[in-house]
Each structure stands twice: as C-alpha cells, then as structure tokens.
C-alpha cells in the first residue's frame, strides 16, 4: 500500500536545519529496504501559487492556500505492506527531521 507521508515544520517552532545528513541517511534506509517511491523538500509558502479555475475566469493567488503557522516543508511517498509499517518508519521520519508528521493511505 502507498502513503503520502507529509513533513509538517512551524514558523513559531522549526525544527532543526542540520537535519540533511540524517534525513539522507534515512531515505538511503528506505530505498535499500524498498519502501521509497519518491521524496522531495518544499519551497517556503511565500513561493505558492493558488489557482482556481472553477468559475469563468482563472484565477491566480500568491501564497498558501490556507493560513496558518504550521505548513507543509516536504513529502515522502511509501510503499510499505501495511499502516503499522508506515507508522513505524513515520515515528523514526520525525525523530530525523526533527519535525511532524503526517501519514496518510492513497486510495
């Protein structure tokens, strides 16, 4: 089963930013034990774009699209044989990131 596994940082409360070489680590764990399809870090909120093309005119919006002092910092996507497998790998993710995080199934 696939997990969308989310990297939640805090503007009031980051983790730590020294964070690379273990986080490195980790995914090299991931990828040798065959449980990563892909993983990337995100750019700041201030480099967001909303868009929304649901009316008769497109329309574009600087920023996230929602407010708040926690945001999304990265994504990790899994594939592991079960949920406990991915909650085991989600609680070693934050302890390495130094951050929340939150896993979710696609379906």
Request: with cysteine; charged share 25%.
């Amino acid at each position: 089963m696939q997990y969308l596994v989310s990297v939640i940082d805090d503007e009031s409360s980051p983790g730590s930013t020294d964070r690379r070489p273990a986080i490195s680590a980790f995914n090299e764990r991931l990828i040798a034990e065959g449980y990563w399809v892909f993983a990337g870090g995100l750019a700041g909120t201030d480099a967001a774009t909303v868009i929304d093309n649901r009316g008769e005119q497109t329309v574009f919006s600087d920023g996230p699209f929602v407010e708040s002092k926690e945001y999304l910092a990265g994504v990790w996507v899994w594939e592991v044989p079960d949920l406990d497998v991915a909650l085991k790998l989600a609680a070693e993710a934050s302890k390495v990131c130094d951050r929340k995080i939150e896993v979710r199934p696609f379906q």
